[in-house]
């Protein structure tokens, strides 16, 4: 079945600790996305790329870092530096950026939590 | 800048009919689409309107008006399994690929 996958779905961070968060799509899709949803909250984006090798700031990249070394894959790592870390991440895929209007797929998600 | 308002949340009884306003500002547009989000889950796509006048898709219905920056999602013959929040979203500037912008969301209560 084709879909993106995140990892873990709950994860906790100690002070000071760097974590990351895992999302792999096997839709073939060119784009990716990272949000973070706030309690009552809508989406904002941290990062997002385009294409392999190349990726761009959200709304709200300070103190996350990603990559994207493969098509399927865009980690996103939460640093230190992310003082208010705890949000449940939703990493989506789009076809392309090319079209005017591309449907963005999400997955499950991966709340986390400061300890 | 990109902004869009939505209510915060809305209450409706099974069977009824239910509007979800959302009004936008936007310095370029490429369309208004919808999202639905369970508690706790993935926000799944419902629609997209590109143009002005009404889309239909099974008991949803989505409406855009580009002069009044102004679109709405109509839900009809309402069940339980409708309470979720509701996101409407914009594109973000035609440089930033499929950026997208969200709403602060409504939270539909579809009450027995």
């Known amino acids: 079945d084709g879909g993106i996958t995140q990892s873990p779905k709950y994860l906790f961070r100690k002070e000071g600790q760097n974590v990351t968060l895992s999302c792999e799509q096997n839709?073939?899709?060119?784009?990716m996305y990272w949000y973070r949803q706030d309690p009552g909250q809508g989406l904002r984006l941290i990062y997002y790329?385009?294409?392999?090798?190349?990726?761009q700031k959200g709304d709200i990249a300070e103190g996350y870092s990603v990559s994207r070394e493969k098509k399927e894959s865009f980690p996103l790592t939460v640093t230190s530096a992310q003082k208010n870390p705890t949000a449940f991440y939703l990493c989506?895929?789009?076809?392309?950026?090319?079209?005017?209007?591309?449907?963005?797929?999400f997955g499950p998600g991966t709340r986390l939590l400061v300890l | 800048g990109q902004s869009l308002e939505q209510p915060s949340e809305v209450t409706a009884v099974e069977g009824a009919i239910v509007q979800i306003n959302c009004t936008y500002q936007?310095?370029?547009?490429?369309?208004l689409s919808w999202y639905q989000q369970h508690d706790g889950g993935a926000p799944t796509f419902l629609s997209y309107?590109?143009?002005?006048g009404l889309e239909e898709t099974g008991r949803f219905s989505s409406f855009l008006s580009r002069s009044d920056s102004y679109g709405y999602l109509l839900l009809q013959e309402l069940q339980m399994k409708d309470s979720a929040s509701y996101f409407c979203?914009?594109?973000?500037?035609?440089?930033?690929?499929?950026?997208?912008?969200f709403g602060q969301g409504t939270e539909l209560s579809v009450k027995p």
């Open positions: 989506a895929s789009s076809i392309s950026v090319t079209g005017v209007f591309e449907t963005q797929y």
């Open positions: 839709l073939n899709h060119d784009a």
């Open positions: 790329s385009q294409i392999v090798n190349d990726f």
């Open positions: 936007t310095s370029g547009f490429y369309g």
């Open positions: 309107n590109a143009l002005d």
């Open positions: 979203a914009v594109r973000g500037e035609y440089n930033q690929g499929g950026k997208l912008i």
